[in-house]
């Protein structure tokens, strides 16, 4: 009764569209979603898009969850086989309800029940107001007496109803991730998946835009995002035509890959998806991705609001080559430069097998007597009375076959019987299915914290992806559910560690962006993009990452990689959150002044970087240049970034800047440099945003970093 009033008091308060009985919706600041019940009880999708623009009479446009084996002859989002052997699912609304969380958030569940089975399936979309975003998830639940089998289970099939479909991908390899490419469906099933298992995002991230009609624009058009929230194999299936009826829409499945991954649904367990989170667009990608912005820093990732320190690595410093006082001599460096914490990489462990290089060692977790005497407690007192945070780097899931742990426990790794080892870069994953890895696993970094007090941040790596994908723990009837299982285990590990130590910094590394979504991200505070920091080749990956996740997020780190100058490498790494990895001791005198200086400015200048709002500008997708600035809240202070990136003489070099007060005036200041190339200024913010100021780059690999204060 009381469950009853509150919904219906809470129906009563929302911002939600009333409608006939048949019709239901939730709605974003922006945006409505509405579903239609069919008189046969099966339930339509019959809009997804601005909420003035709803159409008078609206369509059945794709029923909402479709199911295989009936009459519904597409990619489905359910298969299940029931325990009578039957193919087929036919779900029929039973209720549905709509509940107010807080101020921001509306939660939608539609509750259905297959027709004769006791198969009950629940459908939640829950919908961030303010942020315009729509998470998507469902709930099967058996309450029959015997366990059924199923094999595909989405977390969402979204229609799209257009005259063409223009789809971007980000697809990659190690060192070249995220590359976008749009393609213009065309009938048939197209299908962006992983089957990696784990560290499973190293070939093609788990997002995409859809932009109906025409190709994807920056300010305009419509276009729809998602982005799953999962770090395991995943699948995004395009259907152009799935029926007679329906020959030319879009049903987009997007959910777990369903490849070799059933399960035996027990009676009375719930089972509940990841979520499928979207977030539509009637002005183009970059107010969507300003969306997935507010929502990341706010929903989405840790201490989102909080601006991240610039970190010291060591990784392409020394590699695996240091010592106690090499480190000791660095962080004197980083204290005397600006720099606000360091982080020790790999190499620090493993005794029996050092861990000088890739092929021994991971596993044995004990620090290497050798290289470090004094251990990591010794490393914490040098720091601490130098007055450097500490940080340090660890793959907690993988072991070296020359290592302890594996002479011990042959057993834990994932696995085929009667294949020969598959070994990359030299490791195997512990398979966390089992209890005894799953507890091992998280004491690895629990016992280090623990015992050092002083360490405020772990780098979290992942360096191979499943191959022989067995698992000696679970029984042969469960071994296609190890990728689920594994990812169960890794977000337990993950959330206990957040909690036990809620105020250690971390960041989620996969040898570059290998495990990079929203579910994951719920435990970090930063990921990895790529080994790959060559700035030329950074700016793409910056630019395609900043699409779906804050700059605030995106560890941005200077080496000595490529053959550009330090001012390029530090004005590419400052639009993110700024980093190097750099042997102070062996920097010039000039250099270090430099890197002085320039991490000065970043502090002065990361509030705006780390937590504006952004505005793409130039994308070096279309042109040998890229521009974009981030604008604060207020819009009293703005930093522009416009890149180079081959030599071009040609036109104006003007940028028109976005998101300004157009009746303020600003101030021009360009940052980074001892010799500007634009003379310090003023300009009112109209001016400014119809493209009046020329930034007269014309050689690769020539930047500027301009600051804009209002006066
Ligand atoms: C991966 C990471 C690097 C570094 C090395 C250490 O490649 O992406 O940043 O931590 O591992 O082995």
């Known amino acids: ?198 560290r499973a995002h190293q070939m093609r991230s788990p997002f995409f835009l859809l932009a109906p009609n025409q190709p994807v624009q920056e300010n305009q058009g419509e276009v729809y995002g998602a982005t799953f929230a999962w770090s395991g194999s995943f699948q995004f299936a395009f259907e152009v035509g799935g029926s007679e009826e329906t020959w030319n829409d879009l049903g987009i499945t997007m959910g777990v890959n369903p490849f070799a991954a059933q399960f035996a649904l027990e009676p009375n367990t719930p089972f509940r998806t990841p979520e499928m989170l979207t977030v539509y667009s009637a002005e183009g990608t970059c107010k969507m991705s300003r969306d997935y912005h507010a929502w990341g820093r706010k929903y989405g990732m840790r201490d989102g609001d909080k601006p991240r320190s610039v970190l010291l690595n060591n990784w392409e410093a020394t590699y695996f080559a240091f010592d106690h006082d090499k480190l000791v001599s660095l962080f004197q460096g980083a204290k005397d430069a600006g720099f606000e914490l360091f982080l020790l990489d790999d190499g620090w462990f493993g005794n029996k097998h050092p861990r000088n290089d890739d092929t021994a060692g991971l596993g044995d977790w004990d620090y290497n007597r050798a290289k470090l005497p004094h251990g990591i407690a010794g490393l914490c007192r040098e720091a601490e009375r130098i007055g450097i945070p500490f940080g340090i780097w660890v793959e907690p899931e993988m072991v070296n076959p020359q290592s302890e742990l594996f002479e011990t426990h042959p057993d834990w790794i994932i696995h085929q019987p009667h294949r020969p080892l598959h070994l990359q870069r030299n490791q195997l994953i512990l398979d966390l299915t089992n209890p005894e890895v799953k507890e091992f696993v998280y004491n690895v970094t629990a016992d280090l914290l623990r015992k050092n007090p002083y360490i405020s941040f772990i780098k979290w790596d992942t360096n191979r992806y499943i191959t022989n994908g067995g698992s000696s723990y679970l029984p042969p009837e469960k071994q296609s559910e190890l990728v689920w299982r594994y990812h169960k285990a890794l977000y337990e590990i993950l959330d206990r560690t957040a909690k036990e130590f809620p105020h250690v910094r971390m960041m989620l590394c996969s040898g570059g962006p290998g495990r990079i979504d929203y579910k994951a991200l719920s435990y970090f505070h930063e990921f990895w993009p790529s080994d790959n920091t060559y700035p030329l080749r950074r700016i793409f990956m910056q630019w395609s990452f900043s699409h779906f996740f804050p700059s605030i997020a995106q560890a941005a780190h200077i080496t000595t990689r490529g053959d550009t100058s330090i001012k390029f490498a530090f004005d590419v790494a400052m639009s993110c959150r700024l980093g190097m990895d750099v042997d102070l001791e062996n920097t010039s005198e000039e250099d270090f002044e430099f890197i002085k200086s320039a991490i000065a400015e970043y502090k002065n200048i990361r509030d705006v970087v780390q937590l504006g709002v952004l505005y793409r500008l130039i994308s070096p997708y279309d042109s040998p240049r890229c521009a974009l600035m981030y604008v604060n809240d207020d819009k009293s202070r703005a930093i522009l970034f416009v890149y180079q990136m081959e030599d071009d003489e040609s036109g104006e070099k003007r940028v028109a800047l976005k998101g300004l007060n157009p009746d303020a005036v600003y101030r021009i200041r360009e940052i980074n440099t001892a010799s500007p190339v634009i003379a310090e200024r003023e300009m009112t913010g109209a001016a400014l945003m119809r493209g009046d100021k020329t930034f007269p780059l014309s050689q690769r690999a020539t930047s500027m970093l301009v600051e804009l204060t209002k006066q």
């Open 1 to 198: 009764m009381i469950k009853t009033l509150t919904i219906l008091l809470a129906l009563f308060l929302l911002p939600t569209l009333v409608f006939a009985q048949d019709k239901f919706a939730v709605e974003t600041k922006d945006n409505s979603l509405i579903f239609s019940k069919r008189d046969d009880g099966r339930v339509f999708y019959a809009y997804y898009g601005l909420k003035n623009n709803i159409p008078e009479s609206l369509a059945m446009l794709r029923e909402v969850y479709p199911c295989a084996g009936g009459d519904f002859v597409g990619e489905p989002a359910l298969r299940v086989v029931h325990s009578d052997g039957n193919t087929s699912t036919l779900l029929l609304y039973q209720s549905h309800e709509i509940q107010k969380v807080d101020d921001n958030i509306t939660e939608m569940r539609i509750h259905m029940k297959d027709a004769h089975y006791p198969f009950y399936v629940t459908l939640i979309f829950k919908a961030y107001y303010r942020e315009n975003l729509i998470a998507a998830s469902t709930e099967l639940i058996n309450r029959g007496e015997e366990p059924v089998t199923v094999y595909n289970y989405a977390s969402q099939s979204l229609p799209v109803r257009a005259n063409a479909y223009h789809m971007t991908q980000f697809h990659g390899r190690f060192f070249y991730e995220a590359e976008m490419v749009e393609e213009k469906l065309t009938p048939g099933i197209k299908i962006l998946d992983s089957k990696l298992g784990v």
